[in-house]
């Protein structure tokens, strides 16, 4: 007869295996599980509640931060107050340079009012790590505060990372301390574009591959970020070039560079929101397709 | 037994706070990370159904996992210490009658074979996260070199609870 039934006999020496090794099942059950969650997290699209932008962690990690954030507010205080002099140091010059423009070309340059192209949206950092392969951030901004995914988040010093996953009051950031993540980045200066990763290890060093063999640089040079993309406005410091190491293709350099932000003392951050970003996003419905 | 599956209920949240709010941000040196919630699955007692070790050391794991964002990696290693543990308990204590209802500690096992028990479990758990987590032969050099610092430090600290705990009780 096809599909018949087990037999008596059958069915109780299946329940009987199950119950005798039913704890191996849960055993293979969660281990199959742990390996689904482990190789899930390295794709972009994840829940929310799996990461610790979720409510609970969030508010765990937010009472903490309150308490540890006090600890190294005089690293943090340096550093804005440097940065602050740079800015200033700025100011006066534009302001000077446009005082001369003025003066000298009274009918073009008018007091133009230009529209703000990048948005900040400052946030608290409540929940840091530097010491895995893959790093990751959580701030106390979310979706409510206008953070989407994909918007780059930088500090005083420099860039940090790229928003991941967002929750309602709370974000979790890809930190530039992760293996899979890459930024566009130059040379301040020039126009050599290279590709910035970060290898693990010590959290003050990254590298900068594929820059062109006919690059020109010194120790000591500044990289900025390339603006090629809508996460990051142009300019914004990256790191410092070190040395020149030995790269895997012949035809690219690989520079070794320290970088700007202190990734063990991240306190305050502010999120880029561009406000061109839909616009070009659309431009990619244009896509010229050759032969159709 | 009430009052063991309290204190155990208490130790669980105890020890997840203080790995992910402080153990989780130390790394001494860069290369020595305190694991100390570990201590949770290692303490439990002998008896207790596999099942339940199961259950408990992989949501201890998934906890952790869910603070630090390394989702897999600490839950893995944890459902495979649990089914670790009656093995490498029985390696250094004969399988009788007398062991059987044991709760591994300082006391009930004495400092040598506690010792042994302890540093066996802190060294596989610390090469199978960190081989977990790199998933890469080609830093075999950087994760012998975490776990092999990261297992001195916890093993020092999971002494340093042991003896806490005494001095209460």
Not at chain 1, 199 to 218: S, T, W
Request: charged share 20%.
């Amino acid at each position: 007869m096809q599909g018949a039934a087990f037999t008596r006999k059958q069915v109780r020496n299946l329940l009987n295996f199950i119950i005798r090794y039913g704890t191996w099942f849960l055993f293979v059950f969660y281990v199959l599980l742990s390996f689904v969650l482990l190789f899930s997290h390295n794709s972009y699209h994840h829940s929310v509640y799996l990461s610790s932008a979720n409510m609970v962690v969030s508010s765990i990690n937010g009472t903490a931060s309150e308490i540890t954030g006090y600890f190294h507010l005089r690293s943090i205080n340096e550093s804005l107050q440097a940065s602050n002099a740079m800015l200033e140091n700025e100011v006066l010059n534009l302001r000077h340079q446009i005082a001369e423009y003025q003066t000298k070309l009274s009918d073009t340059a008018e007091n133009k009012n230009y529209d703000e192209r990048f948005d900040y949206i400052s946030a608290t950092v409540i929940n840091n790590s530097v010491r895995h392969p893959r790093n990751y951030f959580s701030i106390n901004r979310g979706e409510a505060d206008g953070v989407k995914r994909g918007m780059g988040v930088v500090d005083q010093n420099g860039i940090t990372g790229i928003i991941n996953v967002t929750g309602a009051h709370t974000s979790r950031v890809i930190s530039l301390l992760n293996e899979t993540q890459h930024f566009s980045v130059k040379i301040k200066g020039t126009e050599y574009i290279g590709s910035l990763s970060w290898k693990g290890g010590d959290p003050r060093i990254a590298y900068v591959e594929e820059v062109p063999r006919h690059a020109k640089f010194h120790a000591g040079d500044t990289i900025v970020t390339s603006g090629f993309s809508t996460t990051f406005p142009p300019e914004i410091p990256v790191g410092i070039v070190m040395n020149r190491v030995k790269g895997t293709d012949d035809n690219f350099f690989v520079l070794k560079i320290r970088l700007t932000s202190d990734f063990r003392a991240l306190s305050t951050v502010r999120v880029i929101k561009d406000e061109y970003k839909p616009e070009i996003d659309s431009l990619k419905n244009f896509d010229y397709k050759p032969g159709k | 037994m009430n009052k063991e599956i309290i204190k155990f209920s208490f130790l669980f949240i105890v020890i997840l706070l203080a790995q992910v709010l402080i153990c989780n941000h130390i790394a001494i040196f860069n290369v020595a990370v305190p694991i100390i919630f570990i201590y949770f699955i290692i303490r439990l007692p002998i008896s207790l159904g596999k099942g339940i070790l199961f259950t408990l050391a992989f949501t201890m794991g998934l906890c952790v996992d869910i603070f630090a964002d390394t989702l897999g990696v600490n839950a893995l290693a944890c459902t495979l210490l649990a089914a670790m543990k009656r093995p490498v308990f029985y390696a250094y204590i004969p399988k009788d009658d007398k062991t059987k209802y044991l709760t591994p500690s300082l006391s009930s096992l004495g400092v040598g074979i506690y010792c042994k028990y302890l540093i066996t479990m802190v060294g596989l758990y610390c090469l199978m996260a960190f081989t977990i987590e790199y998933f890469n032969f080609a830093e075999v050099k950087e994760i012998v070199i975490l776990a092999a610092s990261s297992c001195l430090l916890t093993f020092v600290m999971l002494l340093a609870i042991d003896s806490l705990i005494i001095k209460k009780s």
